[in-house]
Every structure is written in structure tokens, then in C-alpha cells.
């Protein structure tokens, strides 16, 4: 098809430098030995970068962390221990979602900066009461939402803030995955601040976000599971730029999706491929019938990239440049958004009548 061109995305693409390799300029931590900690650890090891520490609360489940990784120095039995060592620069809290609050602040009582796993934490006030002690005590503090230091996802905006589509009319991103029902999966368990909204809805509604802001009206459906969190849900987003644009957005834990996203403007659409947030390629049709495609060297060049978690790199290098340039907050994923994010999900749980423990939402 001679109208269809193709352009490869480069390793690094403005605002942040994106490349495979990131600098050894900083000693990583690790708060939390689970599974996300250790996707972390090796890409961040994989991109040269250092991860000096890991602690748990079980000694053991830290040691075995330390022997997955060699190159770790120190494994501690606590996450006291892990806050009060020297030799950290900067503590990426890895726990499940219902105690990313109470870390993040000890992190920051004990004067380092942190890189906070999605969700930021439970809700609005628990992301508030966070940033309001980093900006006190002039410390750096980023939600992990890697996805918007993508190479493709880098891309994907500056055409957008350049018209390329025109002005923005619908958005729609989906991120559903069959889980099994277990009631004591961290996907289901209440205690742990479980379901699909915090665990996958995070993905699409922080990608809206990133692109549209905050919305004026939110719509949702949805249903539980026999724990009480919330399993499969729908909301559309409603804004107040030129089109009056719509975001659609679904996710879930009983069903596989698509996992794709479009966005669709008065000049044409752009359409990511499957999966939206991990490193992908990605296709704009324009209303003239041409097509230009997209495609991520990450993608295509690593086989990492097939366990959809290649890229956490990029977020844990834009945390050492903004920490040398020193600063307390990253423009890619800025303390408004990760605010922002945080009420649009409360708004969903309050429509859906969702609560963790202690909360009144």
C-alpha cells in the first residue's frame, strides 16, 4: 500500500531521555521483595542502573531476593532496617497498594526520596497527606506509573500536542485480565486494598488523564466479587476542551480485553496496539486515507519486552535525573496528576459503593 510509511520511534525522545542504558548514578532500594520488585530489580540491573538494598519483613523471602539478584550488597529483615541504611539514595516502595501510605511517609520521615508503585496509594487523602509531607521536608516523590515514559507513549503525545489528529474527541482503552477467583490473591483480598480498579483500571484512567487532564462529569458500572471489591467496571469521562471530548474506558479481573487504545481527533485517530501501556507499536490513520505506522526498536528488539514489563528503566532513570537536577516533583508524571488520578478512582468507588477498611468515602 504506497500510502502507508513507516517510522521507527528512536531509544530517546523529548521531554526525558529515554535509552536502554541508564547511569549508575544512584543506590536503589528495594521496600517490598514480591513480585513487582522483582520485575523492577532486573530491568533496572539489565539497564546498568544499581540496586544496592532490598528489605522485607520475612528475612528469608529477602535473602532469596538477594540471591535472585547478586549484584544486591544488602538484604535486610525489615523495612526499618532498609530506611535507616546509609548507603540508599532513594527507596522504590514496592508493597501492596494498602501499605504504600504508611512506607511512603516512613520513607520520607527518614529523609529519602521515593518511587511509589501504582496506585499511589488507596485514595485522595492517604496521596495528599504524602506530597504535602515531600513538599515540607523538600523531597522527591513520583507514582511508578512507568507507562508514561514509554518510548511509544512519549511519541503518542507529542503528535497529539502538535495537532497531527486535530483536536481530541474520544478516547477508548480497555485493560481486562482473567484471574482466577481466589480470595486470598492480592487481586481479590480487601485487606489489600484488592480489585480491578487500583490493580488495572489505574492503567487506562491514568492514560486518559495523561492525555486529557482532569474530566467534569464520571459515569460508572460496574460489579463485585464475593470479597467485596470491585471485578468488572466501565466508566466514560466526560471534558470541557473544544469537542467536549469522551474517554471510555473499561478494566477488569474476570475477563481478557483487547488492551488497546485509540484515539480518535478531527484529523485522524491513533491506534495502539496490544498491550497499550507496555512497549508497543502504534498506527495513525488520517482522515485523507493515509496511514502512518509506528514501531518501538524496544519492542521490536528486545525479548524482554515479552513479559510486558520491559521499560521500568526509563521511570527509575527520569528519577535520577530529576533528583541531580533537584527536583521534587517529575514534569512527565507530576504530584497534580497522581492527585488527579487518585480522585477520579474514589469518584468511581463512591459511585460503585466500594470501600476499603476505615475508609468514608
Not at 523492577?40 to 540471591?67: E, P, Y
Not at 471530548?245 to 477488569?252: K, R, S
Amino acid at each position: 500500500m504506497e500510502n502507508v510509511k513507516k517510522e521507527f520511534l528512536p531509544g530517546r525522545s523529548y521531554p526525558v531521555q529515554l535509552d536502554e542504558k541508564m547511569p549508575n548514578t544512584h543506590r536503589w532500594a528495594i521496600l517490598g521483595a514480591g513480585g513487582i520488585a522483582s520485575c523492577f530489580a532486573a530491568q533496572v540491573i539489565k539497564a546498568g542502573g544499581n540496586i544496592a538494598a532490598v528489605g522485607s519483613r520475612d528475612a528469608k523471602k529477602a535473602q532469596a531476593f538477594r540471591c535472585e539478584f547478586p549484584s544486591i550488597k544488602n538484604a535486610y529483615g525489615s523495612y526499618e532496617e532498609l530506611m535507616k541504611d546509609p548507603d540508599v539514595d532513594v527507596i522504590y516502595v514496592a508493597t501492596p497498594h494498602a501499605q504504600h501510605h504508611e512506607w511512603a511517609m516512613k520513607c520520607l520521615q527518614h529523609n529519602k526520596p521515593i518511587l511509589v508503585e501504582k496506585a499511589f496509594t488507596q485514595n485522595y487523602q492517604q496521596a495528599k497527606e504524602i506530597l504535602d509531607l515531600a513538599k515540607e521536608k523538600k523531597l522527591f516523590v513520583m507514582e511508578a506509573y512507568w507507562t508514561r515514559f514509554l518510548p511509544h507513549i512519549i511519541k503518542v503525545k507529542e503528535l497529539i500536542d502538535k495537532g497531527e489528529i486535530g483536536d481530541i474527541v474520544q478516547i477508548i482503552a480497555d485493560h481486562g485480565v482473567c484471574f482466577p477467583y481466589d480470595p486470598k490473591h492480592r487481586l481479590y483480598a480487601p485487606e489489600l486494598a484488592g480489585g480491578a480498579l487500583l490493580d488495572l483500571g489505574v492503567y487506562p484512567i491514568s492514560f486518559v488523564q495523561f492525555l486529557l487532564g482532569n474530566p467534569t462529569r464520571i459515569i460508572a458500572a460496574g460489579s463485585g466479587t464475593p470479597t467485596g471489591v470491585d471485578s468488572n467496571d466501565a466508566v466514560i469521562l466526560e471534558y470541557e476542551n473544544g469537542q467536549g471530548a469522551l474517554a471510555m474506558v473499561a478494566f477488569g479481573s474476570l475477563a481478557s480485553s483487547p488492551v488497546t487504545a485509540a484515539i480518535c481527533g478531527t484529523k485522524g485517530r491513533i491506534e495502539i496496539q496490544r498491550q497499550f501501556y507496555r512497549p508497543s507499536d502504534f498506527t495513525v490513520f488520517y482522515n485523507d486515507g493515509s496511514t502512518l505506522e509506528y514501531v518501538s526498536k524496544t519492542h521490536e528488539n528486545h525479548e524482554a519486552g515479552s513479559d510486558g514489563l520491559f521499560g521500568m528503566c526509563f521511570e527509575a532513570a527520569e528519577v535520577q535525573r530529576c533528583l541531580l537536577e533537584g527536583k521534587v516533583e517529575s514534569s512527565v508524571m507530576p504530584w497534580e496528576d497522581t492527585l488527579s488520578v487518585m480522585k477520579i478512582m474514589d469518584e468511581i468507588r463512591r459511585q460503585l459503593d466500594f470501600r476499603y477498611e476505615g475508609e468514608t468515602l
